[in-house]
């Protein structure tokens, strides 16, 4: 997509339909702002009769409590106000921000592997939190000071034209050099702001992955070059903020001088005025105060510009992403699966490429229902992307897959997935309990099920030592286990499921000969007999198998029975020798 056309489009197109929702509520809010804003105009008003009164003694006890009154209701009602319209637009801001969180984490669940592949999690968690807060800022506070500016700066100008009109204008001219400037700082203030939020982004990527990492650092004793590193990020942050806060820091001090010079220009010209006759003392009291309630607005504006621009970078990035759909589609059509799955499965010339690199190429097998396969390769010769292609990571460049004669784009995602039991190459555990990470499927599991899947899994004698049994803590992605336990964890789960097709990704690495032998036999003896694929380098948990498919770069080299391929005396069976060997040394 060219950034012409994302330019034409509208930022609304998102957050426009969740806006209309709320609109009755912005509304309402604004209508409640602007009496806010006209209550606050007219009390200097009253105040100045009431001096101008005092001083002409013509003030009497009743018109004093007419004004006293007037003014208590004015302030009454400025007081309740204000509490609402706070409470109707920060309030409908919440609101927004929070259904557009919900479906840019829907549209993250949603987006298929290769979204997930190029988008870093630090940036995807950007958008979910400063990015957010951004937008939310500019409808919230942004539309605020907006509509602030305009009601307010109309009905005090209204007012003070009431009282004076070239005293107005003259006082006006700092106020207008306000305004000219914080709207002049307010880009710089913005970049100057985006570069702050930069670094501060870098600093907390530094952070979390300094802490995912941390065993790392301690092996490899790089505290110290953590630390530096940190500090490097740190001080560049400070710099940042230094260079903000020169900036800011000026205009704020300058603004507060305009103000000042305006109300010199009032007791200058107004003192004149009054000597003369034509104003009085009541006039100058108010147009100070209306002086005070206009530099706000001038702020505001400045402020409010700066927020939207905000908003809208962000907005810009959300709407990207809310814009991106799977690449991962079911085909129309796709239809709920009435029975269960046999486990048959077909690639038909599947090729896989991915920038311009074959990593699958023109490969082609049968795997019967109940069949037990193993699956064998140098490491990177596309063993894991045969499951990924199974599972619908990813879809072939060429060719198809087939599961029960089917082409696996005609299933509805969900039942595929159901049907396929996973242990992935790289083990995940969720830092929740032993037996939330063992059932994560959302049917109804008895305590039986799970029971069985770890015995099954051999895991079921270690659990039952842990102090909390199955509601042990596992930590953050399971550290307090060992590798072994971890595996035989996600093993459980992958059980669990009853799968119609069992995938083992290189799930036996971390437990000894022994144990996994236990868990294929297992295996074998299940009673549903799922399609069952072994990957793995060990020709111990190979040669229990129906079948043996080699794969080498991405091509599948060799293909037979345990039996059948030594006789071959090919890869595979050089890999039997030197595991042999390997296995005699161990021994002796
Ligand atoms: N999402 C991806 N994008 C680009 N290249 C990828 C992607 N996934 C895998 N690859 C590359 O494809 C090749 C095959 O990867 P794959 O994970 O299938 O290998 P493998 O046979 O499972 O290896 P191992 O024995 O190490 O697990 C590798 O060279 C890898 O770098
Ligand atoms: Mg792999």
Not at 441 to 462: F, H, M, R, W
Request: one cysteine or more; a neutral charge; charged letters at 25%.
């Amino acid at each position: 997509m060219s950034t012409t056309e994302t330019k034409q489009k509208s930022i609304w197109r998102h957050l426009g339909p969740i806006i209309r929702k709320y609109w009755v509520r912005y509304l309402c809010g604004i209508l409640i702002l602007a009496a806010v804003d006209i209550s606050q105009t007219i009390i200097p008003g009253i105040t100045a009769t009431v001096i101008d009164d005092l001083s002409s003694f013509t003030a009497t006890a009743h018109t004093l409590l007419v004004a006293l009154l007037q003014i208590s209701a004015l302030v009454a009602g400025i007081t309740v106000g204000r509490y609402f319209w706070r409470f109707l637009i920060w309030g409908s801001a919440r609101y927004l921000e929070q259904e557009v969180r919900d479906n840019l984490f829907a549209k993250y669940l949603e987006l298929s592997a290769d979204f997930h592949d190029v988008h870093k999690t630090g940036d995807l968690m950007a958008l979910v939190t400063n990015d957010l807060e951004a937008v939310r800022q500019s409808l919230g506070d942004g539309l605020l000071m907006i509509s602030d500016f305009f009601i307010m700066t109309t009905f005090t100008l209204i007012a003070m034209l009431r009282f004076n009109r070239s005293l107005t204008l003259l006082a006006l001219i700092p106020l207008a050099l306000i305004a000219l400037i914080v709207t002049r700082a307010g880009p710089l203030v913005f970049k100057l702001f985006k570069r702050v939020q930069d670094a501060f982004s870098a600093l907390t990527d530094y952070v979390e992955e300094a802490m995912t990492g941390m065993r790392i650092i301690k092996v490899f004793t790089r505290e110290k070059d953590a630390a530096r590193g940190l500090r490097a990020k740190a001080m560049d942050l400070q710099r940042r903020d230094i260079r903000l806060i020169k900036v800011w820091g000026l205009a704020g001090p300058l603004i507060d001088f305009l103000g000042a010079i305006s109300v010199l220009v009032l007791l200058w010209y107004g003192g004149i005025l009054a000597t003369r006759g034509t104003f009085t003392i009541g006039g100058l009291v108010a147009f100070n105060t209306y002086i005070g309630m206009l530099a706000w607005p001038m702020t505001a504006l400045g402020q409010a510009i700066n927020l939207f621009q905000r908003g809208q970078a962000s907005a810009a990035r959300i709407n990207e992403i809310l814009d991106q759909s799977s690449t991962i589609q079911e085909l129309p059509g796709a239809a709920p699966i009435e029975r269960e799955l046999r486990g048959d499965i077909v690639f038909e010339h599947v090729t896989f490429e991915r920038e311009g690199h074959k990593i699958l190429d023109d490969v082609s097998f049968h795997i019967a229902s109940g069949e037990r396969i193993g699956v064998i390769g140098p490491i990177g010769s596309g063993k894991t992307t045969i499951v990924s292609l199974l599972t619908r990571a990813y879809d072939p460049s060429a060719g198809k897959v087939l599961v029960d004669g089917v082409d696996v784009r005609q299933y509805r995602l969900k039942d595929l997935r159901r049907a396929i039991g996973v242990v992935t190459q790289d083990v995940f555990l969720f830092s929740d309990s032993l037996e939330e990470n063992i059932n994560v499927t959302d049917l109804p599991v008895s305590e039986k099920e799970i029971g069985e899947a770890t015995k099954q899994s051999d895991i079921y004698n270690n659990i039952s030592e842990f102090k909390d049994e199955f509601g042990t803590i596992v930590g953050e992605r399971g550290v307090t286990l060992s590798g072994g336990e971890k595996q035989r964890v996600t093993i459980a789960r992958a059980f669990l499921k009853k799968p119609r097709i069992l995938v083992l990704d290189d799930a036996l690495s971390a437990v000894d000969a022994d144990t996994e032998k236990h868990i294929l036999d297992n295996i074998a003896g299940f009673k549903s007999r799922p399609t069952t694929i072994v990957i793995s380098n060990r020709i111990s948990a190979l040669r229990q198998m129906d079948r043996v498919l080699v794969l080498n770069a991405g091509r599948v080299a060799e293909e037979g029975t345990h039996g059948a391929l030594l006789r071959k005396h090919g890869w595979y069976w050089r890999v039997f020798r030197r595991q042999l060997v390997e296995h005699k040394v161990e021994k002796e």
